[in-house]
């Protein structure tokens, strides 16, 4: 039994203003941190400087005793479940990163999940995967036309498959409150691509943290 994907979709689930979680595999810890530092963000590369071994509530408070309530900074928290290398971006991770294509170079997996919650635009949560630095697929999770295009996006071949599956779950639905919505698509991205997340280690636990500083 894993804790799967779905537990994202409740309100505030990982911290107030929404979650970004990165899921990657065929690369350590210690990569995914060099890489995201190095390839991922606007404006150059940054310096990964390490906090040490935080909990989310501690990572947040460090942030805002360094940078004011409001950091630009990204920061985050990694670890390793099962063959699943993760990271949860905390700070100013909306501004910060890009596209993630070049964190997957070299034959790595990665997949991004991301809601900003308490964005007035309304902004739905999204999917993105990538592979050899290619986008093989991504979508709006509420699966609605609030934000550009209702469908699945990215290689054909894949894109068409993961649609398959969403359709066959019941998406789109306009009946659908957007949790729901929301929660369906975690669960179907969860199956088809064996991802799990440690939801006590992230919420309660301490694990390593580092906030990227510009260099």
């Given at each position: 039994?894993?804790?799967?994907?779905?537990?994202?979709?409740?309100?505030?689930?990982?911290?107030?203003?929404?979650?970004?979680?990165?899921?990657?595999?065929?690369?350590?810890?210690?990569e995914l941190v060099s890489r995201l530092a190095?390839?991922?963000?606007?404006?150059?590369?940054?310096?990964?400087?390490?906090?040490?071994?935080?909990?989310?509530?501690?990572?947040?408070?460090?942030?805002?005793?360094?940078?004011?309530?409001?950091?630009?900074?990204?920061?985050?928290?990694?670890?390793?479940?099962?063959?699943?290398?993760?990271?949860?971006?905390?700070?100013?991770?909306?501004?910060?990163?890009?596209?993630?294509?070049?964190?997957?170079?070299?034959?790595?997996?990665?997949?991004?999940?991301?809601?900003?919650?308490?964005?007035?635009?309304?902004?739905?949560?999204?999917?993105?995967?990538?592979?050899?630095?290619?986008?093989?697929?991504?979508?709006?999770?509420?699966?609605?036309?609030?934000?550009?295009?209702?469908?699945?996006?990215?290689?054909?071949?894949?894109?068409?498959?993961?649609?398959?599956?969403?359709?066959?779950?019941?998406?789109?639905?306009?009946?659908?409150?957007?949790?729901?919505?929301?929660?369906?698509?975690?669960?179907?991205?969860?199956?088809?691509?064996?991802?799990?997340?440690?939801?006590?280690?992230?919420?309660?636990?301490?694990?390593?943290?580092?906030?990227?500083?510009?260099?």
């Open positions: 039994m894993t804790d799967g994907m779905t537990w994202l979709a409740a309100p505030q689930s990982i911290a107030y203003g929404g979650y970004c979680v990165l899921l990657t595999r065929g690369l350590d810890e210690e190095g390839a991922a963000v606007y404006g150059g590369r940054r310096v990964p400087r390490s906090l040490g071994e935080l909990t989310g509530e501690d990572l947040i408070e460090v942030l805002e005793d360094e940078y004011g309530d409001y950091p630009t900074e990204a920061a985050l928290r990694f670890g390793r479940d099962g063959e699943w290398v993760f990271a949860v971006l905390y700070g100013g991770w909306q501004d910060e990163f890009g596209s993630l294509a070049p964190v997957s170079r070299d034959g790595a997996h990665v997949f991004r999940l991301e809601f900003e919650e308490e964005n007035g635009k309304p902004v739905p949560p999204w999917f993105h995967y990538f592979h050899d630095e290619r986008l093989l697929c991504d979508f709006n999770l509420h699966l609605d036309h609030s934000w550009g295009s209702a469908g699945v996006g990215g290689d054909p071949e894949v894109a068409s498959q993961l649609e398959r599956l969403l359709t066959a779950a019941g998406l789109p639905d306009e009946n659908l409150p957007p949790g729901d919505a929301h929660r369906t698509s975690l669960h179907v991205v969860e199956r088809h691509f064996g991802l799990s997340l440690p939801r006590t280690r992230i919420l309660e636990g301490k694990l390593p943290s580092v906030v990227l500083e510009i260099g």
